[in-house]
C-alpha cells in the first residue's frame, strides 16, 4: 500500500562480504532513509538522503555507505559483513512539503530486505 | 539527540479489552508522533499519528493522546480483537525542513500485544 519498493527481499552472505540493498520510493517522494533493525529491537535510523546527498547519519560505522540516484532511488551498501549486520533492513520514503513545514511528513516503510550473515 | 521510552514491553488482554501502551520523549522539539504495528516477518505499517498541534487523534478503535508539557504520548486500542497482536512501536520525530539534516525517526523499543480470545 506505502508504494516503498525494497530489493532483494532476502539474501545470506558470509563473513567479509559486500551486500547492496535497493530502493525505490513511494511517486512523489524525495527522501530515502534507511533503518536497520535487529531481532527484537526497534528501528534504528542509518542515513538519510536527499539530493542525491547524504544529510544525516545515526551511529552506525563507515562500512555503510549509500547513494540516491536522480531518480530518488536509493543503495544501501554494506562492506565488510559482520554476523551482527544479520538484520532487516528498511527503507522508508518522504517528502517535506513545500520549502519549510511545522507539521512534519509522513514517513512510508518497504517489505524490507531481510539479511542473514553467516 | 532524541531519546524514546516505550511501556510496557510485553501486554497481554482478554478480548474486547482495552489497551493502553505509553512513550515518553526528551526532544522539545519533536513535532510528530507515529505509530506502527509490525506483525511477525513484516515490515512495520503506520496506524495513527500525532502532530504537536493537536491533542488526541482518534481512527475506529486507535486514539492515540499526546501531551507536550510532560513529553508523553499513548496508544489506546479499544475493544481488541485477535488481530490487533503484534509489536507496536511509538517513535518521535523534529520539525522537518526542506533539506536539512532533521526528519530522522527515533523508536521506542516495542510492546509485544498479546491479545487472548
Known amino acids: 500500500d506505502a508504494g516503498v519498493t525494497q530489493s532483494p527481499t532476502h539474501l545470506i552472505k558470509t563473513r567479509g562480504q559486500q551486500v547492496t540493498l535497493r530502493c525505490s520510493p513511494k511517486?512523489?517522494?524525495?527522501?530515502v532513509s534507511w533503518y536497520q533493525q535487529a531481532l527484537g529491537q526497534g528501528p534504528q535510523f542509518i542515513f538519510q538522503?536527499?539530493?542525491?546527498?547524504?544529510?544525516q547519519r545515526g551511529n552506525f560505522p563507515d562500512r555503510f555507505s549509500g547513494h540516491q540516484f536522480p531518480n530518488y532511488s536509493s543503495e544501501l551498501n554494506v562492506n565488510a559483513l559482520l554476523l551482527g549486520d544479520s538484520a532487516l533492513y528498511l527503507c522508508?520514503?518522504?517528502?517535506?512539503?513545500?520549502?519549510?513545514?511545522?507539521?512534519?511528513?509522513?514517513?512510508?516503510f518497504g517489505e524490507g530486505s531481510w539479511l542473514t550473515v553467516v | 539527540g532524541e531519546n524514546v521510552e516505550q511501556h510496557p514491553s510485553t501486554l497481554s488482554v482478554q478480548e474486547g479489552d482495552s489497551a493502553v501502551i505509553k512513550c515518553t520523549y526528551s526532544?522539545?522539539?519533536?513535532?510528530?508522533f507515529p505509530w506502527y504495528k509490525q506483525e511477525l516477518g513484516k515490515r512495520p505499517q503506520l496506524i495513527i499519528d500525532?502532530?504537536?498541534?493537536?491533542g488526541e487523534k482518534k481512527d475506529q478503535r486507535i486514539a492515540v493522546t499526546l501531551n507536550k508539557t510532560a513529553k508523553h504520548f499513548s496508544l489506546h486500542i479499544t475493544e481488541t480483537q485477535p488481530e490487533d497482536s503484534a509489536v507496536y512501536f511509538c517513535?518521535?520525530?523534529?520539525?522537518?525542513?526542506?533539506?536539512?539534516?532533521?526528519?530522522?525517526?527515533?523508536f521506542g523499543r516495542g510492546t509485544q500485544l498479546t491479545v487472548w480470545p
Open positions: 500525532i502532530r504537536s498541534n493537536v
Open positions: 526532544d522539545s522539539a519533536s513535532n510528530y
Open positions: 538522503y536527499y539530493e542525491e546527498e547524504e544529510r
Open positions: 522508508a520514503s518522504s517528502s517535506p512539503s513545500g520549502p519549510a513545514t511545522n507539521s512534519g511528513n509522513t514517513i512510508y
Open positions: 511517486s512523489g517522494h524525495d527522501t
Open positions: 517513535a518521535a520525530r523534529a520539525r522537518v525542513y526542506r533539506g536539512s539534516t532533521l526528519g530522522r525517526l527515533y
